[in-house]
């Protein structure tokens, strides 16, 4: 409690303005006073909005609020919407907007996601440089995914805290049941996750499955072994053994050892996580991506399936965040997986794609135009790709049926 009452004062000391909300239906109560008497030494603007006001006259009910003196009370209703957007008008009058404020684009987001308690808030205070959100050693302190800003070096970044998840039997779930689809959601939203580990818990089955679902959502990784403090040698290559065995499917990923409390190897992590940020969102022009592919076949070419060689032909690039490279050619239904990891191998070494899921696609090319004569284009695959995915990630959050 103290905790929170703490970034709650925090907050009022670096806002631009200050909402304070009352509840109409139990009139003023004795905190109410205490925060309105807090809050008349704001430096900022202060709006009083009482609340639950649907269906009442805003006179009558707002009388009893002059008396905390903080101007004129505003009857809203936030379940109903009821006086929200003149609220809204009224507070943001103050503040034009900045056009190139609102173009966010090419800001790397990073959501930092992990089991409960491995230290995620400890890490985006350590990042950020100050207290923002709360740490503390109990499992389940952070419920909702939290979004921070903040810049390094000249260098704007947004970080997203998240509740720490486990997995139960199918499904995974938070300490606090409805946090898990926040944190899923905080995923897909983001460009790039660090995965937070505990070096002080063993690497689990759990950390594998979330490490799975990062990569089928197909988002940027980096790993963050973190607590590395205080760790005698020995313990410290026991975990890295037990990584290497556990987390081989993450080969693709940088892992960085840190420790969040001491703010150690910080840095390393950020550059890792900028240069999986620029993977995720490369661009891959056709000419180099075929040479590449020419270059591959050349060394190693596709086994036959059946009568036929896959043939190859050129590769273009079909989406970014993760990239997408799709493949054109002749028989290409035939081509084999491991062939096709051969090929994404190829493609990785190639372009220097570090920390970022590749995806390979097959086009079989039919010498015509897919799309003639028709009011509208298939879906392309990647949107295909991503509307099963969501569907998936539903079923995953609420188990089956
Ligand atoms: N020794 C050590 N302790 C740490 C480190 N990072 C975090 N901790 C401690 O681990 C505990 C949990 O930290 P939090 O940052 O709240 O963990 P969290 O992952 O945000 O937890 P949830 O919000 O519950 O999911 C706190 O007591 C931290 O002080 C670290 O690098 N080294
Ligand atoms: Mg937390």
């Known amino acids: 409690m103290a905790?929170?009452?703490r970034q709650t004062?925090?907050?009022?000391?670096?806002a631009d303005a200050v909402i304070f909300m009352v509840d109409a239906r139990?009139?003023?109560?004795?905190q109410d006073k205490v925060i309105a008497d807090r809050l008349r030494r704001a430096a900022c603007p202060v709006w009083l909005a009482v609340n639950k006001a649907e269906g009442m006259n805003p006179a009558v009910i707002t009388a009893e609020f002059h008396e905390l003196a903080l101007g004129e009370p505003l009857a809203i209703s936030g379940a109903h919407g009821d006086g929200i957007t003149d609220l809204v008008n009224l507070a943001l009058e103050p503040f034009p907007v900045d056009e190139e404020k609102t173009d966010d684009f090419g800001i790397p987001k990073i959501a930092l996601v992990g089991r409960p308690n491995v230290g995620k808030s400890t890490l985006v205070n350590a990042l950020v440089g100050e207290e923002r959100v709360i740490a503390f050693d109990q499992p389940g302190t952070t419920r909702d995914s939290i979004y921070v800003d903040f810049e390094r070096d000249g260098k704007p970044f947004t970080l997203i805290d998240t509740a720490g998840v486990r997995r139960k039997g199918k499904v995974f779930e938070t300490v606090e049941k409805f946090s898990v689809i926040k944190t899923l959601q905080a995923i897909e939203d983001a460009n790039v996750v660090v995965l937070v580990l505990d070096a002080r818990e063993n690497i689990s089955d759990q950390d594998a499955h979330l490490a799975g679902f990062i990569l089928e959502a197909g988002r940027a990784?980096?790993?963050a072994v973190n607590k590395w403090d205080g760790l005698s040698p020995d313990q410290r290559d026991d975990i890295k053994r037990d990584i290497g065995r556990k987390l081989a499917f993450l080969d693709f990923a940088r892992f960085n050892y840190i420790s969040a409390l001491k703010a150690k190897g910080l840095d390393t992590l950020l550059k890792d996580v900028e240069a999986a940020h620029a993977a995720?969102?490369?661009k891959l022009s056709t000419p180099k991506l075929?040479?590449?592919?020419e270059m591959a076949v050349e060394q190693h070419a596709p086994p036959k399936s059946g009568l036929f060689r896959p043939k190859p032909r050129y590769a273009h690039q079909g989406g970014k965040n993760p990239p997408v490279i799709i493949l054109h050619g002749n028989a290409l239904e035939g081509l084999r997986d491991d062939y096709k990891r051969y090929l994404e191998s190829s493609f990785r070494k190639a372009f220097k794609l570090q920390g970022t899921p590749l995806r390979i696609q097959v086009k079989e090319d039919t010498g015509k135009n897919p799309y003639e004569g028709k009011a509208r284009a298939p879906l392309t695959e990647s949107e295909a790709t991503r509307m099963r995915r969501k569907k998936r990630?539903?079923?995953k959050v609420y188990g089956a049926g």
């Not at 139990?26 to 004795?30: D, F, K, L, S």
């Not at 075929?290 to 592919?293: A, D, I, Y």
Request: aromatic share 4%.
């Open 221 to 223: 990784l980096v790993v």
């Open 3 to 5: 905790e929170m009452a």
């Open 393 to 395: 990630v539903r079923r």
């Open 26 to 30: 139990n009139g003023i109560t004795v």
């Open 290 to 293: 075929t040479r590449v592919l």
């Open 280 to 282: 995720a969102f490369i």
């Open 9 to 14: 004062l925090q907050a009022i000391d670096e």
